[in-house]
């Protein structure tokens, strides 16, 4: 099976600007996690996409925000992008189903703001 | 203070040692217990899941879990300079898809 893939893999973009980040789940995964991952914060939980629905979201702005597809494509936005938000942006993907289900990560979108 | 503490190395060992990484946790509704292998500009590649206490063996890698003492550990035998990577800890409570990580442990493996 094919993993999980994000892309573009890198990104350069500067304040002010807006961005857009894809990722495709594992073949017959439905939930799709977004992750933020910096030096000084490390991994931290963005949202939960399951079945086209937001499930769960952590503990960021307004300016973050994503999608799934019916397909369970996801992609994810940041606008107004500020230089904090230079980051690897990582997608997990899981079946769904039953809360033992493990989440697979995808190699990440690097971002730089500039 | 953060939910999962992970102290973040680096951690040096000469080639076949073992390897012994931890991490505490304050949340007592953890219920499911990751440990994930970063390799640098790579995504999180998952070593270990384990479910309440116990312990669980996978190859070279043992994964412990103390949810009395709100501990978790990663063993590593005959540790190999391809181990050289970032650990990071990872649990979840049984309500929700969201994974709280420890800070990672970077470790290096000497030849």
């Known amino acids: 099976k094919a993993g999980v893939t994000q892309t573009p893999r890198y990104l350069i973009k500067t304040r002010g600007q807006q961005v857009t980040l894809s990722c495709s789940p594992i073949?017959?995964?439905?939930?799709v996690s977004w992750y933020q991952q910096t030096p000084g914060q490390g991994l931290q939980f963005l949202f939960e996409?399951?079945?086209?629905?937001?499930?769960n979201k952590g503990n960021f702005p307004g300016r973050f925000s994503g999608r799934q597809f019916s397909n369970s494509r996801s992609e994810m936005n940041v606008s107004t992008l500020e230089l904090g938000d230079s980051a690897l942006y990582l997608c997990?993907?899981?079946?769904?189903?039953?809360?033992?289900?493990?989440?697979?990560f995808g190699p990440g979108t690097r971002l730089l703001v500039l | 203070q953060k939910e999962v503490e992970q102290d973040p190395g680096p951690l040096s060992v000469p080639e076949g040692a073992i390897v012994s990484l931890n991490c505490t946790y304050s949340n007592s509704a953890f219920q499911y217990f990751m440990w994930y292998r970063q390799y640098s500009r790579k995504g999180p590649e998952l070593l270990m899941y384990t479910y309440s206490s116990g312990n669980k063996e996978d190859g070279r890698f043992t994964a412990q879990v103390d949810k009395s003492s709100k501990y978790i550990s990663l063993f590593i035998r005959d540790s190999q300079p391809s181990d050289s990577a970032t650990y990071l800890c990872?649990?979840?409570?049984?309500?929700?898809?969201?994974?709280?990580f420890g800070s990672g442990t970077r470790l290096l493996v000497r030849p």
């Open positions: 073949s017959g995964h439905r939930s």
């Open positions: 997990a993907s899981s079946s769904g189903v039953g809360n033992q289900e493990t989440q697979y």
């Open positions: 996409y399951f079945s086209e629905t937001q499930r």
């Open positions: 990872a649990m979840k409570t049984d309500s929700s898809y969201k994974l709280i």
